[in-house]
């Protein structure tokens, strides 16, 4: 059996015929894998990538977050009266939460079958089309449509557009970063969440001081002593929701245009695709500077760009044969999965990282989604929703004007929640390659467990009330905050572009993803059903312990992706050999033993890491097959 015949036999075995994909199988004395990693790992283009990840990432988090500052708006200046069950803040969430468990799973598998550059920007454009939507929503003429409908038909497509930005951005990003900046590069990557979040209550602060001085609307203005009714504050209050919300288009436009500027992967051509000659030559397009680095050959970029001698497997002639081969493929791709996790470490590290995914994601969820009620203790009587004379309750006065309690909630937000969240994610891009994931992620989630209950006995014992228990709750919360996204928040995203072969990278990448987001939809009627009772929020942070108790197990047993680094060793082997010959530099020794000492007890606990190629981490089973 000839070599080509060979590796055509060892690919049906997988996922059968490949049609178009299968072409230019590896033959001896062409491009090899290990080639095409170097140039991927001798790359320069770091800044690049991270324009393109981070602008996506930055718009679709924008998006999320915008949700969650306009919910006040819309209870005071259209009461629900019954709609949505009369909760429309949670209606809208849940809708949007099903809407990125139903794209994330479908973007995500689509992205191993179709490419990840196929649908790369897309997403970007519905997002932008339905930012539309919901800034333009109405209530028609004296109530002729249902504004609580529209806004649940355009967040429902905004959820879309926000489940299938996250998995494409996590996969394109690991696939395409050197090895060594990939930790840190997707750790910044996803730092933009925690600065979308300052950003769009920063916007909607700006908006409300903007258009409140430009209408005439004083901060102390209260609802029934404007015009009776409020007519002033409410349109005021309609014009920042739409402003905070509509402004999310322009970094999506700006996204887009960065999309443009990066090809698919070269694991997706080598892994999927089966022709590394493809993927080589696309690296070398992309990162030119490998071919002058100076430890590859002279000859490398000539070797890199050599066309393939093989023989490519033809096509199919007609359209019918050639939709039953591509049916036949996913077949074959689809059991090749399912085989995949009961044979590999892929299955046990799927079901770790789901439940990993959704036990914090709901401890998450139960701490933010009621900072902005409890850190600035803002709540809302609804039983005068419908009655049109809305009141507020403060520490600081039992009926202020709703341009002060938006003000206050705002900073207090932009203070406790994002600035917590963005100082541990600058953190984490200072230590991702000092310390190891899975013993940064049971650190910070072993801390989360102590400060939980810690929050829960203060609001328990104050009752929730008292300007000192306020503020010990608010430096409780930016800890916690803090540790999120330093730990959990952020490793997790990490961790599950990392964990699974390429071939199959995208689909499971979304499975864990989805369970986060099914742990999410699972918490919020039950923190819904409680928000009334008294001590609510303490009896929450109690019961999360279990949560966070549960992560700090299952980080335990996630494999590594890092170990440390041989330099040191490969550097005291070459003096050692140096000496033994004669040669070594009695001066160089010294400066090099000094720099040694200098890092002193610091450089021993936190050593220098080595990141593990992909392929490294989780070995693609094709390969394994062929082998």
């Not at 600065?195 to 004083?218: K, P």
């Not at 990490?494 to 499971?508: D, K, M, Q, S």
Request: some cysteine; overall charge positive.
């Amino acid at each position: 059996m000839s070599y080509s015949q060979d590796v055509s036999s060892s690919r049906r075995a997988w996922w059968g015929p490949l049609a178009r994909s299968q072409r230019n199988p590896e033959p001896p004395g062409i491009l090899s894998r290990n080639r095409m990693r170097r140039i991927i790992d001798n790359g320069r283009l770091v800044k690049r990538l991270f324009w393109v990840g981070a602008s996506g990432f930055f718009a679709r988090s924008y998006a999320f977050f915008s949700g969650n500052i306009i919910k006040l708006e819309l209870l005071y200046i259209y009461p629900p009266c019954g709609r949505l069950d009369g909760n429309p803040g949670m209606a809208l969430d849940e809708i949007g939460h099903v809407a990125v468990v139903v794209s994330m799973l479908v973007v995500g598998n689509l992205a191993d079958l179709w490419g990840r550059k196929r649908l790369y920007g897309y997403e970007l454009l519905l997002l932008i089309v339905a930012t539309l939507g919901i800034v333009q929503a109405s209530e028609g003429f004296r109530g002729t449509m249902d504004i609580y409908a529209w806004l649940a038909f355009w967040r429902f497509c905004l959820g879309l557009a926000i489940g299938a930005e996250q998995p494409l951005v996590a996969i394109i990003t690991a696939e395409w970063v050197r090895t060594k900046s990939r930790g840190r590069m997707m750790a910044a990557i996803f730092a933009v969440q925690p600065l979308a979040r300052l950003v769009a209550y920063g916007v909607a602060l700006a908006a409300l001081q903007t258009i409140s001085s430009a209408n005439g609307l004083s901060p102390d203005t209260i609802g029934r002593d404007d015009g009776g009714d409020g007519e002033l504050s409410k349109r005021v209050a309609d014009k920042v929701w739409r402003w905070a919300t509509g402004l999310g288009i322009f970094p999506a436009l700006v996204a887009i245009g960065f999309r443009f500027t990066i090809p698919e992967t070269p694991l997706y051509y080598a892994d999927i695709l089966l022709d590394t000659v493809k993927g080589a030559n696309k690296s070398a397009w992309l990162y030119m500077t490998a071919s002058t680095d100076s430890h590859d050959p002279p000859s490398s970029r000539r070797d890199t760009l050599e066309p393939s001698h093989s023989t490519p497997i033809a096509e199919d002639d007609g359209d019918g044969d050639s939709i039953a081969s591509e049916t036949f493929r996913r077949r074959k791709w689809y059991a090749g999965a399912v085989h995949c996790l009961r044979t590999t470490a892929a299955g046990r590290n799927l079901a770790l990282l789901s439940a990993l995914w959704m036990f914090s994601d709901m401890a998450w969820y139960c701490l933010s989604m009621e900072s902005l009620a409890s850190a600035s203790t803002l709540w809302l009587d609804r039983s005068k929703t419908c009655s049109g004379d809305m009141e507020f309750a403060s520490e600081s006065t039992a009926n202020p004007s709703l341009y002060r309690e938006l003000e206050h909630s705002a900073k207090r937000f932009m203070l406790v929640v994002s600035i917590g969240s963005l100082l541990g994610s600058a953190v984490l891009i200072a230590v991702v390659n000092r310390v190891h994931r899975r013993v940064l992620l049971m650190a910070t989630c072993g801390a989360l467990a102590v400060l939980f209950p810690i929050a829960g006995a203060v609001l328990l014992g104050t009752g929730e009330e008292g300007a000192a228990a306020n503020t010990v709750v608010d430096v409780l919360f930016g800890v916690m905050h803090f540790l999120f996204g330093l730990g959990p928040r952020t490793l997790i995203l990490i961790l599950a572009a990392e964990l699974f072969p390429t071939v199959y990278r995208g689909t499971f990448y979304s499975i864990a993803g989805a369970a986060g987001r099914i742990g999410t939809i699972a918490i919020r009627p039950v923190i819904g059903r409680t928000t009334g009772m008294d001590n609510a929020m303490g009896i929450r942070l109690v019961l999360v312990l279990v949560l966070m108790v549960a992560c700090v197990v299952i980080s335990y047993f996630l494999p590594e992706v890092q170990r440390v680094s041989r330099h040191d060793d490969t550097e005291t082997g070459s003096e050692d050999e140096a000496s033994g010959s004669g040669a070594a530099n009695v001066a160089e020794k010294g400066i090099r033993a000094a720099r040694r000492r200098a890092r002193g007890w610091v450089a021993s606990l936190f050593p220098k890491l080595e990141t593990m190629t992909l392929e490294e981490i989780a070995p693609n089973p094709h390969e394994r097959s062929r082998s």
